[in-house]
């Protein structure tokens, strides 16, 4: 059974950056194409981003293209999400998932609890 944790939410003024960070155990992490969610309080959960297993391919939402990254250390077994130029629609739970072996998943195998990121105005 594979294991998301998230850390790295928090607040910020909006203009601002954050880094999100999601180990994962419990699995061969080299074979999960990783990615990120989001939930606003109200609103449906929305994709954000997502990284194949070997870190090759990326894809985003519009709504972060230029302004989010993702990125993956397999020795670490961790994924990123850096967050720039955070605007205050940015604010919600953001969710680390997994999925094994596709490309580009339409759903995910795996969820971890999430980490609320908060954007000031």
């Known amino acids: 059974q594979v294991q998301l944790v998230e850390s790295g939410g928090g607040l910020v003024q909006a203009g601002g950056s954050l880094r999100l960070s999601c180990a994962a155990s419990g699995g061969t992490f080299s074979r999960y194409t990783m990615g990120w969610f989001r939930q606003a309080p109200g609103k449906e959960r929305e994709f954000v981003g997502a990284i194949i297993w070997s870190g090759g391919r990326t894809d985003y939402a519009d709504s972060v293209k230029g302004r989010f990254t993702i990125s993956r250390d397999n020795a670490k077994n961790t994924v990123y999400l850096q967050m720039n130029s955070l605007k205050p629609e940015d604010t919600a739970v953001y969710y680390c998932?997994?999925?094994?072996?596709?490309?580009?998943?339409?759903?995910?195998?795996?969820w971890g609890q999430g980490t609320q990121v908060t954007v000031s105005s």
């Open positions: 998932v997994a999925a094994v072996f596709v490309w580009v998943p339409v759903q995910y195998d795996y």
